[in-house]
């Protein structure tokens, strides 16, 4: 059987055992800020090793990547392959066995099948897999870059904000599972791609042309490289910004990337004005996702 996913890929299940009476539960895990820009999480195998995860919003399912499979000698399943739609391209993958792991070393949860990705080639210390929204969307969660922490909770959003200062946007779920919110560029309203494991944000050609961008008319020689989960590549153009707005939240000169990326055709947003709200803008200030309200909260810096 082939299966059809976005992003990284698999179903992670981890429930808090709570009641609809109990008082809400709150676990808060160690964050590491890499060079490149990404949040890393420990998950522990069966084998009692740990290895580095990606943390990634904008990925609809989770997934390990082929030096896993080695280190932990998997085999593939017989008759189950996935094809990952990635930021650039898209592949067909192996499929491998159900287990068990411990996210941050502390919550447990069975997998099903778990699909591997191809190589990153991601500069730097190595990581292993990318821990997706299938595992978020259980919690209202908190991302804090800058403190190296994050929360997952059973209870509301506005508890965790506390007395910060936060916007508040609606978000909605394309069918391929990804998280979307929509983000103003002047007047233009921007779907953006709420994407946490994607160093960069990119506007797509569509909102370039919505914006008056005179663009060349080819990507061929563009300045920018930009590199996906299916391995694939993709050339791009560097513009900055004025500002760009989610609710009242504003952040001024962007820096952003223009390109045609594979994941815009994926999710039938190429021919409307999209981008991906990538960790150069998301990890600023503290972060909250209350995937059951389906509201996020940005704060203001």
Known sequence: MTRQYIGSLILAIAVFATSQTAAAQTLTLPLELDANGHLRVPITFENGESYDFILDTGASRTGITQPLVAALGLKPEDGESAVVHGTTGQRQ????????????????YETPLLPALGPLNIPGKPFYGILGSDFFEQYVVEIDAIGGRLVLSSGSAKELAGDGDFTTVPIRQHPG?????????????????????ARGSILNPAA???LGIDLPQTFEKASKTIKGASGHGARGIALQLEALRAGDRTWTNPQVTVADIHIFEALGLSAEPAMILGSDLLFDGRLIVDYGA???YIERT
């Open 177 to 197: 599972g990804i998280w979307m919110l929509d983000t103003m560029i002047g007047e233009v309203k921007i779907t953006a791609l709420l994407d946490t494991g």
């Open 294 to 296: 389906r509201t996020v």
């Open 93 to 108: 993958i192996d499929m491998y066995a159900p287990m068990t792991v411990k996210v941050g070393g502390v919550i447990t």
């Open 208 to 210: 370039a042309a919505a």
